[in-house]
């Protein structure tokens, strides 16, 4: 099963590796970008410190490292990186890494839902130990709340239609696999908005796995703790693949990057902001034009990068 790192080179160029240093790859998924920090260490001083939540890329991610002795694996959400960090024993890093996407292995793989392009059951996990799948919020949640899920993550146009369609079959039949839901979201879309290239269903997936995974929440923690665990001159890397998530990114790198916060016209700064981070990327990095010939997953993908202070 091939795997391809997005904007793998552009982000170990923003990172800006110390041989020496100790890193964090907050999302170890398959691999990739892991490798291509630990390729940057001296094996003898620098660590790399990998996170992920799913259990299956943990096993991965065990196996492909097991002879690397500065390579630590952790079972834990990237929220929980302070956590992490306190029980190793170490107060700050040299820089962190989150790759926000899928991996492949994820998508590829039918029993976890969260493709619509393999039949499996719907799921959608990323902590199998999770109680709520997307099984469950179909056919159980209300037809107000279903809307709401498709609007609020992923700005869904016709979450209306799609949230009531949805009542409509289970009330025939359970909606139990992830090809019924694509199936019914199809349906709910007005053939001539059904974009070439982009199945009618993508929103309505992301939404949910959004939603059970609470992804957005996790990426404000970790946004709010990244520089408290990054040591002044280490950098924060974000790769993010929808407007919800770069939008998060953006405005706390833009926050912290601000030295006064004071309404406009005040003669005098009383509001005490000191300045934590300093913007690397002035607009963010997306993909060229031959990765995304390469990689179609890539298409969205946007790298932000902050310098922490202090």
């Known amino acids: 099963m091939a795997h391809y790192p997005v904007l793998l080179n552009e982000s ?13 790859d907050c999302t170890g998924g398959g691999g990739g970008h892991s490798s291509a920090i630990l390729k940057h260490l001296d094996p003898n001083k620098g660590r790399l410190i990998i996170l992920d939540q799913d259990t299956h890329a943990i096993e991965r991610l065990n196996t492909m490292f097991a002879d690397n002795r500065n390579v630590d694996i952790v079972h834990s959400p990237f929220q929980h990186i302070d956590t992490v960090l306190l029980t190793m024993g170490i107060d700050r890093v040299d820089g962190i890494f989150a790759d926000l996407g899928m ?9 976890r839902g969260f493709s619509f392009q393999n039949d499996g059951p719907l799921d959608m996990r990323m902590n199998l130990h999770s109680e709520t ?3 469950h919020i179909v056919n159980q949640f209300s037809e107000n709340n279903l809307r709401e899920i498709l609007h609020n993550y992923s700005e869904e146009r016709f979450a209306n ?26 349906n709910s879309i007005p053939r001539k908005f059904h974009k070439p290239g982009i199945h009618p269903a993508t929103k309505t997936f992301q939404a949910l796995r959004i939603f059970i995974n609470k992804e957005l929440d ?11 665990v990054v040591a002044p001159g280490g950098v924060i890397a974000i790769i993010s693949f929808h407007s919800l998530e770069d939008r998060i990114v953006k405005e706390t790198f833009a926050y912290a990057s601000k030295e006064c916060i004071c309404p406009v016209g005040l003669p005098l700064c009383s509001c005490d902001k000191e300045k934590t981070l300093e913007i690397i990327t002035k607009k963010p990095i997306i993909p060229t034009e031959q990765e995304v010939m390469e990689n179609k997953a890539s298409r969205s993908a946007k790298l932000r990068g902050a310098r922490v202070l202090v």
């Open 12 to 24: 170990i160029k923003l990172l800006q590796i110390a041989p020496d240093g100790v890193y964090v």
């Open 103 to 111: 991996s492949t292995f994820q998508l590829q793989d039918a029993s």
């Open 133 to 135: 799948s997307a099984a």
């Open 161 to 186: 239609s799609i949230a009531r369609n949805i009542v409509k079959q289970r009330l025939i039949k359970q909606i139990t696999t992830t090809r019924q839901l694509a199936d019914i979201v199809r």
């Open 218 to 228: 996790a990426l404000q923690s970790l946004m709010h703790k990244s520089s408290t």
